[in-house]
C-alpha cells in the first residue's frame, strides 16, 4: 500500500475539520473526522484506544483507493506514535501537521462559530498544553494568518511540498 495519512492536530478551532475537508478535496483524498469514532458515553481515556483503531482501520481502507487521507483529530505523543506506526507499517507515508492559532483569533464572531463556555476553557488549555505547536509535528501552521481560502491553499502547498505530491 502507498499513500499519505495526513492528521491535522491543534487545539478546538484552529480548522482542523474544515481545513481537513479542504486538504482532502484538493489532494483527491478522503477526509476522517477523528472526533466522529469517540465514544462519548465513555472517559476520554477509554475510548482513545477504540478511536485510535477505527482512524487507522477506516484510513488504511480509504487508502487503497485514493492517495491520501487526511485526520482531524487532536494528537498526544502515544497518538503520534500509534498512528506513526501503523501508517507506516502499512507503506502509507504518514505526516503530522499541527495546527496553530490564537485565543483570540480561534474565539473571533467573525469567523461564525460560536463555542460553548466549556469550550472556551478547553482552547485556553489545549493551547496552554502545546497542541498547536507538538514537538512530534512535521510542522506547524499557522492558521490565523489570512483568508480561508487563502489558508487553505498555502496548506495544500506545504502539505504537497512535503510529501512530493503533485497538483
Given at each position: 500500500?502507498?499513500?499519505h495519512?495526513?492528521?491535522?492536530s491543534g487545539p ?13 478535496e484538493r489532494?483527491?483524498g ?6 466522529g ?9 477509554c ?7 477505527a482512524?487507522?482501520?477506516?484510513g ?5 483507493t485514493?492517495?491520501?487521507v487526511?485526520v ?5 505523543c502515544?497518538?503520534?506514535?500509534y498512528f506513526?506506526?501503523k501508517?507506516?507499517d502499512?507503506?502509507?507515508t ?12 480561534i474565539?473571533?464572531?467573525a469567523r461564525g462559530?460560536v463555542?460553548?463556555?466549556?469550550e472556551?476553557?478547553r482552547?485556553r488549555e489545549?493551547?496552554g ?5 507538538r ?5 506547524v501552521?499557522?492558521t490565523?494568518?489570512g483568508?480561508f481560502d487563502?489558508t487553505?491553499?498555502?496548506l ?10 503533485r497538483?
Amino acid at each position: 500500500m502507498r499513500g499519505h495519512a495526513i492528521f491535522l492536530s491543534g487545539p478546538i478551532g484552529t480548522g482542523k475539520t474544515t481545513l481537513g475537508r479542504a486538504l482532502a478535496e484538493r489532494l483527491g483524498g478522503e477526509f476522517i473526522d477523528g472526533d466522529g469514532y469517540t465514544d462519548q458515553t465513555r472517559p476520554w481515556y477509554c475510548s482513545i484506544k477504540r478511536t485510535s483503531e477505527a482512524i487507522v482501520a477506516n484510513g488504511l481502507s480509504a487508502l487503497e483507493t485514493v492517495p491520501a487521507v487526511v485526520v482531524a483529530y487532536p494528537l498526544g505523543c502515544m497518538n503520534w506514535i500509534y498512528f506513526r506506526r501503523k501508517f507506516g507499517d502499512a507503506g502509507a507515508t504518514p505526516l503530522f501537521v499541527s495546527l496553530r492559532a490564537s485565543y483570540e483569533s480561534i474565539t473571533n464572531p467573525a469567523r461564525g462559530r460560536v463555542f460553548a463556555p466549556w469550550e472556551h476553557n478547553r482552547i485556553r488549555e489545549m493551547i496552554g498544553e502545546g497542541y498547536g505547536a507538538r514537538p512530534f509535528s512535521d510542522f506547524v501552521f499557522d492558521t490565523d494568518a489570512g483568508p480561508f481560502d487563502e489558508t487553505a491553499t498555502r496548506l495544500t502547498q506545504a502539505v504537497r511540498a512535503r510529501l512530493a505530491i503533485r497538483p
